[in-house]
């Protein structure tokens, strides 16, 4: 139950109410208060302070001032009219609770509208400096505009300038040829027909001095001197053919510095390919269509090692190698063979061959690496070259450390290494 | 590899375009005048060129050819002023040379190639160097020929790849070293990265080297001196300059390389004002104007005694992008220092002024 405050005092004017309002010791904020048109509340838990107006109240202009234990409030009346007392006298409960929700709704409205004046501002202020920024920017833009204008300009005037020029040049040369024709052309033609009959020959040193003298004539003779010339030409040049080498290249397009590397790649492997279909060829042409195909000749080989014909299984493995040397089972099943027929440095490479082709080392190809650790080991201590075989071992027993048996043979690769490192 | 500085480098200002309904391969600028071809290809696959003047700031229509075959490339190289016949190249390996007053029937014509003759040039025609005036072409089918319009049907010089070679494709030709009537070599740039250089006067292969990419476009800083520059664009946005003066006799020309763009260098061509300045077009669409710097000393000697050349340095002067499509041919006028033409894949052809060139 809050505890109510009663003991306002309070005086008024026409136009004003002062209330003042002692708070008992408590400390007030503005968000203890909350006024509306014709309600006005103070509540600072467990306090508590209501009063519905005798008559609406300006609530915007009216002011609160916390101080000195009490609140002073200054409220403007919306009409000018002296009232009988602060507050209604006769409330009931349910006028009081409706116009409490009333005075809250009103509150949030009020709220909401500040809030979308607020943002309508905010909103014009930030288009205003976008404007100012962007005429700021359009001036800059006109002025460069404006010299690059100026320097066209002055180009294009010049630029009519030089035409006009040339034109007239041109007229007043045509015009300067005709009259020349007219008074020269008889004279000028006689010597000229002379000077066709000695120049057939030709020979370099004349023709130049003969040049030099009909260049002494002004302008007008032009087109003479230049006929002159072009019979002076020397001749077409005596016919011949150069041959020409390229520089290689395979592929019929352009040559581009940044394709290189793919083309390098592009054409090793196609060397590749070739030198394996060429191999199929050379030595393989009587042999059956199945015989040809990598992993028929693997099942071959897989059968003829359960049957315990070991050469054989070698040749088939061979064989598949030849025509596809890709596949790591072919040499891990080749290694098994070797290690039967105790050629262990051929078992220790093919193993080792089948451990390059099956990088990366992935989950899927676990098994294959097991194995292939596991027959190197075995060579390896076959030859003597225990510590190695142990490596193998070990590397086998990292990929699957639950197989018994790598375990047990590790154990006693360990027991013979220690034997004779004691005994030595 | 720095820019020139601020305020004082030259700009590249879009003067004028032209929308075009067909596909551009070459544009040339007519010498002597305002005016500017544009040779290319129909979208049915017959040859167009168009003959434009330049009016203010657009490019009037004065002239538009049809021809059967596609037409890859041009040059007004090998004709005298008075003339300016145009000498084309087409898809079908056709070496034409037109006379545009009267363009129907060809004032030269031959079957030079089996195959699209990809680059041509001239030289000996419009008053520059000496000589007789001969065209070259280079076509897909790897050889490349030297063609003279006085003499008819058979080339004067074939360079053709040895018995029982597999070809490749010859991207690109040039003229060099013509200054006096006798001298002239061929350059030409091949898909494989080789760059072959040809002596017409020895009639010999005179040097050949590879640059690892295809070689798009070779050309030298100028045709009618003795043998200077030469600069050889490529795939992957890399371009090789060579010192031509001085050749080793093992190791060649000493070059410097520069990789610009990440695409390909379509074209290259020096501004016939100052041989050391030249444009590369891309295929990203944009232009890069570089100049090049000498060494203090060009050549010096080896280890055995013999002269080696020394390369000098290269500095981007200006870069600029004007499409989304590679930048395919690229034209300076002869008479209009840092007037130039490009067209593009984009069926557009532009007319760009080169400002401040004169300050460089």
């Keep these: ?374 027959r190197r080991g075995t060579a390896f201590c076959q030859l003597e070259l225990y510590t190695e075989g142990l490596q193998d071992y070990e590397a086998a027993l990292k990929i699957d450390p639950r197989n018994k048996n790598i375990e047990k043979d590790a154990e006693k690769i360990r027991h013979l290494i220690q034997g004779t490192v004691q005994s030595s | 590899m720095s820019a020139a500085l601020g305020p004082e480098r030259p700009q590249v200002v879009a003067h004028a375009q032209q929308a075009l309904s067909y596909t551009v391969f070459d544009c040339k600028w007519v010498p002597r005048s305002a005016r500017l071809l544009c040779l290319g290809s129909a979208a049915r696959g017959t040859g167009v060129v168009q003959l434009y003047e330049l009016h203010g700031a657009r490019l009037e229509l004065l002239r538009e050819i049809e021809k059967p075959k596609p037409i890859k490339c041009g040059t007004f190289g090998a004709t005298s002023l008075q003339q300016r016949y145009l000498a084309t190249g087409d898809f079908d390996g056709n070496l034409n040379i037109w006379n545009l007053e009267a363009p129907e029937i060809p004032v030269y014509s031959v079957k030079g190639h089996k195959e699209i003759i990809n680059s041509i040039d001239g030289v000996g025609g419009l008053g520059i160097g000496e000589g007789a005036p001969e065209i070259v072409t280079g076509s897909r089918d790897g050889t490349v020929k030297v063609w003279d319009p006085r003499q008819n049907d058979t080339p004067v010089a074939n360079m053709e790849p040895v018995q029982g070679e597999s070809k490749r494709d010859c991207w690109t030709v040039a003229f060099g070293n013509a200054y006096n009537q006798e001298e002239r070599v061929v350059c030409a740039g091949y898909d494989n990265g080789d760059i072959k250089l040809f002596d017409l006067k020895t009639m010999s292969l005179r040097w050949e080297t590879n640059i690892k990419n295809g070689v798009c476009s070779v050309e030298f800083d100028r045709k009618d001196i003795n043998m200077n520059k030469l600069v050889a664009t490529s795939l992957e946005g890399k371009f090789h300059v060579f010192d031509m003066r001085t050749q080793h006799p093992t190791k060649g020309f000493a070059s410097v390389s520069e990789k610009a763009q990440k695409s390909t260098i379509w074209q290259v061509r020096h501004l016939p004002q100052n041989r050391d300045i030249f444009m590369t077009s891309g295929g990203s669409g944009s232009l890069h104007l570089w100049k090049y710097e000498y060494p203090a000393q060009r050549s010096k000697k080896d280890s055995e005694g013999s002269e080696m050349g020394v390369a000098g340095s290269l500095s981007l002067l200006q870069n600029v992008t004007l499409s989304t499509q590679p930048i395919s041919s690229l034209d300076w006028s002869p008479d209009k220092k840092g007037l130039c033409v490009c067209g593009a894949f984009d069926q557009t052809v532009r007319v760009l002024i080169v400002t401040k060139l004169n300050k460089i």
């Design chain 1, 1 to 374: 139950m809050p505890v109510w405050l009663r003991e306002h005092s309070w005086r008024q004017t026409l136009s004003a109410v002062y209330l003042s309002l002692p708070l008992r010791g408590a400390r007030a904020t503005p968000a203890n208060i909350f006024c509306s048109e014709q309600y006005l509340k103070v509540s600072i838990p467990p306090f508590l302070f209501e009063a519905i107006l005798y008559a609406p109240i300006d609530d915007t202009n009216s002011t609160a001032k916390i101080g000195n234990g009490n609140i002073f409030f200054t409220l403007y009346k919306k009409e000018p009219a002296m009232w009988d007392s602060l507050t209604l006298a006769n409330a009931d409960k349910e006028k009081l609770q409706d116009l409490r929700e009333n005075a809250v709704l009103k509150a949030h409205e009020k709220a909401k509208e500040e809030t979308e004046a607020k943002k309508i501002t905010k909103q014009e202020n930030k288009k205003y400096a976008l404007e100012a920024t962007m005429k700021l920017e359009e001036a800059e833009r006109k002025r460069i505009e404006d010299l690059k204008e100026k320097e066209r300009q002055k180009v294009t005037k010049e630029l009519e300038l030089w035409k006009n020029q040339q034109k007239d040049g041109d007229k007043y040369k045509s015009m300067q040829k005709k009259g020349a024709l007219h008074e020269e052309i008889e004279p000028l033609k006689q010597r000229k027909n002379e000077k066709i009959n000695k120049t057939q020959i030709p020979n370099e040193g004349t023709s130049k001095t003969r040049l030099k003298s009909t260049k002494g004539c002004d302008g007008s003779c032009s087109i003479f001197s230049q006929n002159l010339k072009e019979e002076l030409l020397p001749a077409p040049r005596a016919a011949a053919t150069i041959k020409v080498n390229f520089t290689p290249r395979v592929f019929p397009t352009a040559l581009r510095e940044s394709r290189v590397p793919e083309e390098e790649e592009w054409l090793h492997k196609q060397a590749e390919a070739r030198r394996i279909i060429n191999s199929d060829l050379s030595e393989l042409e009587d042999l059956k269509e199945e015989e040809k195909n990598p992993d028929w000749l693997k099942d071959k080989g897989n059968k003829m090692f359960a049957m315990g014909d070991y050469l054989g299984a070698v040749n088939a493995y061979n064989l598949a190698v030849k025509l596809n040397s890709k596949l790591p089972v072919l040499y891990l099943n080749r290694a098994a063979c070797h290690l039967k027929l105790r050629n262990l440095h051929k078992a220790i490479e093919d193993s080792s061959k089948a451990l390059e082709l099956l990088t990366p080392p992935v989950p899927d190809n676990e098994n294959a690496r097991v194995k292939a650790h596991v």
